[in-house]
């Protein structure tokens, strides 16, 4: 039987490069790259050799397929480990506009 599908708005699934920059008391505490395997408006699952905690916040940038530079502030909900990789779940609790137009368009190109 099929899990029950929780997400507010659908992804899709993706490779795109993403920068983080992860923040504590607003201070940068450390930053990198990760690729993104998928995405919608309301978050997106990421790949990274780094671990993560839940309810970190971070500042991801994401380099759209349209070349475009999209940046968003995400909250981590979950970190599973997968090999010698995690993946993170990301959410975004907060979207302008032009972001929520560039995440569905992302999204619904794949």
Do not use: H
Not at 2 to 17: I, S
Not at 82 to 110: C, D, E, G, H, W
């Amino acid at each position: 039987m099929a899990a029950k599908e929780r997400r507010r708005a659908p992804r899709g699934a993706a490779l795109l490069l993403t920068s983080f920059r992860c923040l504590e008391k607003g201070e940068v505490t450390w930053s990198g790259f990760a690729r993104t395997l998928n995405i919608g408006e309301s978050g997106a699952l990421l790949e990274s050799p780094d671990r993560f905690r839940v309810d970190q916040l971070l500042i991801l940038e994401f380099l759209m397929d349209n070349d475009q530079l999209l940046e968003i502030q995400g909250v981590v909900k979950r970190v599973e480990k997968s090999r010698n990789m995690y993946q993170v779940a990301v959410a975004f609790p907060k979207l302008t506009a032009k972001a929520k137009r560039l995440l569905a368009k992302q999204a619904a190109a794949i």
